[in-house]
């Protein structure tokens, strides 16, 4: 169901490869709220990704930019707003990659040069971005700029390597622009910590399918997908979050606040039985 939440609005969504990103889903929910918008990833991405059936779906231009250029992303902004004929009022940061786990290095043996190219590309453009809007009064007065998250950013999770030195990066970022933006131009700056969701970069994360499980057992809601994460993106974009900013807003089903649930203790009781019955040759309940 719409509701015109976006009626009248513009924006730029930077990241949609295909239609398991979250980004698409945004835009798909944004064009849907009356939202005209451009869409913008690498040419790489283009050559590889869906983004031509995206745009056409959503009436959308595509403008190639590696986001890490800032002479590609003033392009972006420059193009926007000649595109949708002035400012605009929201963009959408979704955008992260690793070498390191792409190569499967460990977070104690990491290639630098790796780690150096994860935090330009999925942590400092967002800085980049912001800047380049800023320097350009690219944004309308009350907008909103949205950046995916995840809660590796607070707490340690195995696999995700230094994407989650890049997404505390990303927050820190949101935060300190978030004050600046904020104070100048009423501007808010927010990063949403999603659910590991199954997107076509996600899930080459180490044991991807194994922590979805341990977080759909752990959250009270279950894990929240890429769908219900562009319906929460659409209210941050919209008049009705207009003083919400700087913060990191947990988008997981209730992941973030449990400690141990019912459904992963017992499945931790179960292997715990299992590996008694192993080796010692009884069971507990014995």
């Known amino acids: 169901m719409a509701y015109n939440l976006l009626k009248g609005k513009k924006g730029i969504i930077f990241g949609a490869l295909d239609n398991k990103s979250i980004a698409w889903k945004i835009a798909e929910r944004a064009y849907d709220e009356g939202a005209v918008f451009t869409v913008s990833n690498t040419p790489t991405a283009l050559r590889f990704g869906e983004l031509d059936e995206?745009?056409?779906?959503?009436?959308?231009?595509?403008?190639p930019a590696d986001a890490t250029s800032m002479a590609d992303l003033t392009n972006v902004?420059?193009?926007?707003?000649?595109?949708?004929?002035?400012?605009?009022?929201?963009?959408?940061?979704?955008i992260g990659m690793s070498l390191n786990v792409r190569k499967k290095k460990v977070y104690n043996d990491l290639n630098h040069d790796f780690y150096a190219k994860t935090m330009d590309i999925s942590a400092v453009s967002f800085h980049k971005m912001l800047q380049v809007a800023s320097k350009m009064d690219a944004i309308n007065d009350w907008g909103s700029?949205?950046?995916?998250?995840?809660?590796?950013?607070?707490?340690?999770?195995?696999?995700?390597?230094?994407?989650?030195?890049a997404k505390a990066l990303l927050e820190s970022i949101a935060r300190s622009f978030g004050y600046i933006y904020?104070?100048?131009?009423?501007?808010?700056?927010?990063?949403?910590?999603?659910?590991?969701?199954?997107?076509t970069a996600g899930s080459g994360v180490k044991g991807f399918t194994g922590l979805m499980d341990f977080t759909?057992?752990?959250?009270?809601?279950?894990?929240?997908?890429?769908?219900?994460?562009?319906?929460?993106?659409?209210?941050?974009?919209?008049?009705?979050?207009?003083?919400?900013?700087?913060?990191?807003?947990?988008h997981d089903g209730g992941f973030s606040s449990m400690g141990m649930s019912l459904k992963a203790m017992e499945m931790y009781n179960r292997?715990?039985?299992?590996?008694?019955?192993?080796?010692?040759?009884?069971?507990?309940?014995?």
Do not use: W
């Open 271 to 286: 292997s715990i039985t299992c590996n008694c019955e192993d080796n010692m040759g009884f069971s507990i309940e014995d």
């Open 77 to 94: 902004f420059e193009t926007s707003m000649d595109v949708l004929g002035g400012k605009v009022d929201f963009v959408l940061h979704s």
């Open 216 to 250: 759909e057992r752990m959250s009270p809601l279950g894990n929240a997908t890429a769908d219900e994460c562009a319906d929460y993106c659409i209210t941050l974009f919209s008049d009705l979050t207009r003083k919400v900013t700087m913060q990191n807003l947990f």
């Open 182 to 199: 904020g104070r100048e131009k009423k501007i808010r700056v927010n990063t949403i910590s999603q659910s590991p969701t199954p997107t």
């Open 54 to 63: 995206l745009a056409a779906k959503c009436n959308a231009t595509i403008i």
């Open 145 to 165: 700029v949205l950046a995916i998250s995840y809660i590796a950013a607070q707490r340690t999770l195995y696999g995700y390597n230094d994407m989650a030195d």
